[in-house]
């Protein structure tokens, strides 16, 4: 019982922290690279700074990202 108690603890914990960056605009990279395996697994792949810079401009420049999804 111990093991199940810890890893739902470090899932709660990993979703939380996935929440707190979102809340403070951090785009979440893993989550993309996740996306981008299971749906375009032969499609490119941004490099971060390409996922971070392509985020804030969807946010913060008026237009739409493009990410397909």
């Known amino acids: ?14 979703g939380l922290a996935q ?3 979102l809340m403070v605009g951090l ?3 893993g989550g ?3 996306h981008m ?6 499609g490119p792949v941004m490099s971060f700074e390409e996922f971070f810079v ?3 401009q969807a946010r913060y420049g ?7 999804c």
């Open 1 to 14: 019982m111990g093991a199940e108690l810890g890893a739902e603890i470090s899932q709660a914990g990993r």
């Open 19 to 21: 929440s707190l960056r």
């Open 27 to 29: 785009p979440d990279y």
């Open 32 to 34: 993309y690279l996740k």
């Open 37 to 42: 395996q299971a749906t375009h697994p032969d």
């Open 54 to 56: 392509e985020r804030q």
């Open 62 to 68: 008026g237009g739409r990202g493009k990410m397909c």
